[in-house]
């Protein structure tokens, strides 16, 4: 994978529902070959839900994408999800409570709606 597709993969875990999912299954199934990937996106996932940058950012596009991704996830309890997948593989604690400049990046997430 590209630094942008696990960039993308990593922004679908943070604010697509039927991804995470997808993951917690893997996960409840053990069938994860590549589990300390995993666990490092679902870090970067988490971050992206943190406080938003004052600087570092790509663009004012890109931030206020962010901060809507992160409005519309706040619905489907996207962080205490991730938290708690976090949890059961074992992964230590972020320190850092706000988003690094170098993530903030005008991703558009696949199309989610309910059938």
Known sequence: ???REKLQYCY?????PPRL???WYQLKQK???NREEIGEALDT???LHGALPSDGYA???AL???AL????ARAYHSVHFIRNLRKSMGRPALPQTEVPGNLVRDIGLPRFSHK
Do not use: D, G, I
Request: hydrophobic share 40%; with cysteine.
């Open 1 to 3: 994978m590209t630094s």
């Open 12 to 16: 679908e875990l943070a604010f697509c």
């Open 21 to 23: 999912n997808e993951v």
């Open 31 to 33: 069938h994860v070959p």
């Open 45 to 47: 996932a988490l971050l």
């Open 59 to 61: 663009s004012q596009r």
């Open 64 to 66: 206020n994408r962010l």
């Open 69 to 72: 991704y992160q409005a519309k």
